[in-house]
């Protein structure tokens, strides 16, 4: 399709599917549709699923536009929710990836059940409001043509049901999969992981080695001869319906729960004192109430605690954790809550998640999605500058460039004398970081904001800073 200079930006990830396009204008997210994809939407729009769906949260909030904007080159315009924070498959723990694909089950069984059905099954049509997950792939749904299979089910096993299976029954974080391959993990690496006898683990001989076995039997025939082929083997809706309960039955079945990690019980075991605590919850809480609103972005959230604070006076909150055990903890925390305002997700800050995909724009990278009102860095200075050896001046450009101009960056600098800060540098040279100073720290704070607050804590080795950026 051909797109008309009106002030729209296309929606870099939007392109697989032909029959539709998502773009913005200003703050509005609108999806383009085709004649036929027109067709399909409006005969679901009325239906009482579609409806249903929509006012549990469980689709995303949708309505088209009328009349469609003359200039649009498409038959038809929607407009969606916008959700605060797009997030990626591979930054969520195993029980988010886990809720993710019950939740694609649960819409796509109720879809068939009205006589529709959806064109893929990725893990992408998947984002969170806060501990939430919401389907947001409207696009996708078409209606359901007895005698042909699902065709998301490949897709639904590349990118949610095979990392949950690498999660649990090999024991390995299905994270770094998901972000080395837009598509996800194929069927014949898959085989590869699970053979000997692995290969009788729960749904790994129907879904990994039958599928793959089906899918080498069928590489050279069309689509069109596989439909076929179906049609006269009497494939209908209640097999498909079949197929769909039994995926969900698994992947309730494969619950996986992390253990304990380095990092799980750091509230506990790290070295701030009562008087500490209570002065640096105290801290964060008048500098995010000073902001006041908007979004804030919590880096090294660890347990939530200091997320939690932000979210009473922050709209939405990103808690950024690098331990997927820590992350998981957090997230079915948030999800017994009810928590719709703070999404916790999984991320090395010395090495955030790069853009992907296609021309590697097509899967955003973390910087170019994350800027905040509000940036919490606590105890993570000093992870970032002797720990993983970043220089001081570069720790604090990637923290101001995550804080919108004008918003505040709420800063934690660890002293060399505090135990933390004494254990990492017992690993490393001598003399290896003779800049890590307070007064070098503040010297390179000033040159890029305005210090509005500042309180040392009551330990006398931590300093918090409230920095106003580009002010």
């Known amino acids: 399709m051909t797109i008309p200079d009106t002030g729209v930006r296309v929606e870099p990830g939007s392109f697989r599917d032909p029959g539709n396009r998502v773009f913005h204008r200003g703050e509005e997210v609108l999806r383009g549709l085709d004649e036929r994809s027109a067709r399909d939407w409006r005969a679901l729009s009325v239906t009482d699923f579609f409806r249903q769906a929509t006012s549990t949260g469980q689709i995303v909030g949708t309505e088209e536009l009328t009349p469609t904007p003359v200039d649009a080159p498409w038959t038809a315009v929607l407009r969606h929710e916008r959700i605060p924070f ?29 006589g529709f059905t959806t064109k893929d099954g990725s893990a992408y049509n998947v984002q969170w409001r806060g501990a939430r997950p919401v389907f947001i792939d409207v696009g996708s749904f078409e209606a359901l043509r007895d005698g042909e299979p699902w065709a998301g089910y490949r897709q639904f096993c590349q990118t949610l049901l095979y990392p949950l299976l690498i999660q649990a029954h090999l024991g390995l974080d299905f994270q770094p999969f998901l972000r080395a391959r837009v598509d996800g993990v194929e069927p014949d690496q898959m085989r590869r992981l699970f053979g000997g006898a692995r290969r009788w683990r729960a749904g790994v001989p129907t879904h990994v080695h039958l599928h793959g076995a089906m899918q080498a ?11 076929a082929q179906l049609r006269a083997a009497g494939f209908s809706r209640e097999l498909a319906l079949a197929t769909v309960r039994g995926l969900t039955k698994l992947v309730r079945r494969i619950d996986h729960r992390p253990g304990d990690s380095h990092w799980s019980d750091y509230q506990r075991t790290c070295a701030y004192s009562v008087p500490d605590r209570q002065a640096k919850e105290e801290f964060v809480d008048r500098a995010v109430a000073a902001v006041g609103g908007g979004s804030a972005l919590d880096l090294g959230a660890n347990d939530g605690r200091y997320a939690r604070i932000a979210a009473r006076h922050a709209a939405h909150v990103v808690a950024v954790e690098q331990d997927p055990a820590v992350v998981d903890t957090l997230y079915r925390a948030l999800r017994e809550e009810g928590e719709t305002r703070i999404l916790p997700l999984v991320m090395d800050l010395a090495d955030p998640s790069p853009g992907g995909g296609w021309r590697g724009v097509e899967r955003a990278a973390f910087a170019d999605r994350a800027r905040a009102d509000t940036v919490l860095a606590l105890a993570v200075v000093h992870h970032l500058a002797i720990g993983r050896n970043v220089p001081l001046p570069e720790v604090l450009d990637q923290l101001t460039a995550l804080t919108v101009a004008g918003g505040s960056l709420v800063v934690e600098f660890v002293h060399p004398d505090d135990p933390m800060a004494r254990r990492l540098l017992a690993n490393k040279p001598d003399g290896l970081f003779p800049d890590y100073r307070r007064d070098v720290f503040e010297a390179l704070l000033a040159r890029r904001g305005r210090v509005v607050a500042r309180t040392e804590l009551p330990s006398g080795t931590r300093t918090l800073y409230q920095v106003v950026v580009g002010g």
């Open 217 to 227: 039997r069928n590489s050279a025939a069309s689509t069109t001869d596989v439909r």
């Open 86 to 114: 797009v997030s990626h498959p591979y930054e969520w723990s195993s029980a988010m990836l886990r809720d993710a694909a019950l939740l694609h089950l649960d819409v796509l069984r109720a879809a068939l059940e009205a």
